[in-house]
């Protein structure tokens, strides 16, 4: 499966910004999708996963202002973010796995898109 990311950019504190994972080549409902962001120096985290029934988990960091959603049928995934902070700011990554459990896990994810940038300035 490929995946590619959209509508990353530049937006102050305290905006909404929405991401895209546009998923080709597979059927999309076939995985579970997680978003990760990458700041500069710092190590790779998850932001937000989704199993292939439409449940979605969240790490502690991200509860309640992150919403990750999936749309099979334009085999999509979305990742709606709120009260943007400056340490946001990061490359964010979608990835596919076809795991079923330890989604938070980045070695469970086989396929990455290529990331997009977020920049939160304050």
């Known amino acids: 499966v490929q995946l590619v990311e959209s509508g990353g950019g530049l937006v102050q504190a305290g905006d909404s910004l929405r991401l895209s994972c546009a998923a080709s080549g597979r059927t999309l409902s076939d995985y579970a999708m997680g978003w990760f962001r990458q700041a500069p120096g710092k190590e790779r985290e998850v932001v937000a996963v989704i199993d292939m029934t439409g449940r979605s988990y969240y790490p502690d960091a991200a509860k309640g202002r992150f919403t990750i959603s999936r749309d099979n049928a334009k085999n999509t995934v979305f990742l709606q973010m709120s009260s943007l902070k400056p340490e946001d700011t990061a490359a964010y990554y979608c990835?596919?796995?076809?795991?079923?459990?330890?989604?938070?896990?980045?070695?469970?994810?086989?396929?990455w898109g290529q990331g997009t940038q977020v920049t939160v300035s304050s």
């Open positions: 990835a596919a796995t076809t795991a079923r459990v330890a989604l938070f896990a980045l070695s469970q994810y086989n396929w």
